[in-house]
């Protein structure tokens, strides 16, 4: 499955390319295929092995001793390794290895350990959306299969599915209240799931309306619900020509509540109605659920969540 020049092992492991190819020359590490015209082309194996070699390395072993180990033993030695790791990059590189294996039970076991140790919003932070990042720069290569990335979306997706349910219910008459809803057609749903995850977490109410829902549905939701703010996610809709009649039609749909827009299409240069706020990072609305919070719930973000 798809091909990889050493450019993008380099992007992927954060092994610097020129090391690499000492590797290759000095310890046999990766068997690239040259093509016609003499460019080396590596495949899912030898990133797979590249990602476990720079998982031992970051833990202190030389390389000299990692080419001596058998395809068995190297892998054995890097679920060793992340029983007692605590370097986030090193932990996201044990996953894409697992991922590239379609390795289910690793990848649970990884993100198990991530959350038990960092706590559950820490370890969305610090390696699930690295992970993420780096899926996406596979994907726009061509070289993570859709098979690949539905199982990492939707064991994201159960994760972030439990933690929320696990959470006290909160009363909607003495919380402060939030919509959070998908643009018709988007179904980009990770992001918003964490959101919704977060503000619970901190003692507020949300109506979770989810994935593709008709914007005219909201003058309704908002007259019935009385909302406090409503959120949406922008990352593959609506069109880019059609964001600012979209966020426009928000605004007068919903005039008399905070708007937020977050995504890569709310990026984009576009005039923002007085109710609305643009939030460029995941922090930023980390920070605002934060300032929003009640003190009670806000002590309890930081306890541990396996």
């Known amino acids: 499955m798809g091909h990889f020049s050493i450019s993008d092992l380099e992007q992927l492991s954060g092994i610097k390319a020129h090391t690499i190819r000492i590797w290759e020359q000095r310890y046999g590490i990766l068997q690239p295929v040259r093509t016609a015209t003499n460019i080396r082309t590596y495949?899912?194996?030898?990133?797979?092995?590249?990602?476990?070699?720079?998982?031992?390395?970051?833990?202190?072993?030389?390389?000299?001793?990692?080419?001596?180990?058998?395809e068995q033993e190297l892998?054995?030695?890097v679920i060793s390794c992340n029983e007692s790791n605590h370097n986030y990059c090193q932990h996201v590189n044990g996953l894409l290895a697992a991922m590239l294996e379609m390795n289910e039970c690793q990848l649970v076991h990884l993100l198990n350990q991530a959350i038990a140790r960092n706590g559950f919003e820490e370890a969305i932070l610090r390696?699930?959306?690295?992970?993420?990042?780096?899926?996406?720069?596979?994907?726009?290569?061509?070289?993570?299969?859709?098979?690949?990335?539905?199982?990492?979306?939707?064991?994201?997706?159960?994760?972030?599915?439990?933690?929320?349910?696990?959470?006290?219910?909160?009363?909607?008459a003495t919380a402060r209240r939030w919509v959070l809803f998908l643009p018709e057609r988007e179904m980009h749903e990770l992001a918003l799931l964490f959101m919704n995850y977060v503000l619970r977490a901190r003692g507020q109410h949300v109506l979770y309306l989810g994935q593709n829902l008709p914007v005219m549905e909201l003058a309704a939701v908002c007259a019935?619900?009385?909302?406090?703010a409503a959120l949406t996610v922008?990352?593959?809709v609506p069109e880019r020509d059609e964001v600012q009649g979209f966020v426009n039609q928000l605004s007068e749909l919903c005039p008399d509540i905070a708007l937020y827009l977050y995504g890569p299409l709310a990026q984009l240069a576009f005039d923002l109605p007085p109710n609305a706020t643009r939030l460029a990072l995941i922090t930023d609305f980390i920070a605002l659920a934060d300032a929003t919070?009640?003190?009670?719930?806000?002590?309890?973000?930081?306890?541990?969540?396996?």
Request: aromatic residues 6%; proline residues 7%.
């Open 43 to 70: 495949c899912e194996d030898d990133l797979r092995r590249l990602l476990n070699v720079a998982t031992l390395c970051g833990q202190g072993y030389r390389i000299s001793q990692i080419a001596k180990l058998s």
């Open 234 to 236: 922008m990352t593959a």
């Open 224 to 228: 019935t619900y009385r909302p406090h």
């Open 293 to 306: 919070a009640t003190p009670c719930s806000l002590r309890k973000t930081n306890v541990k969540q396996a």
């Open 127 to 172: 390696v699930a959306y690295p992970f993420l990042q780096r899926i996406g720069v596979m994907w726009q290569a061509g070289t993570v299969n859709p098979a690949q990335e539905h199982l990492v979306t939707n064991l994201l997706r159960q994760k972030l599915m439990a933690a929320t349910d696990s959470l006290p219910p909160v009363t909607p």
């Open 75 to 77: 892998a054995s030695t």
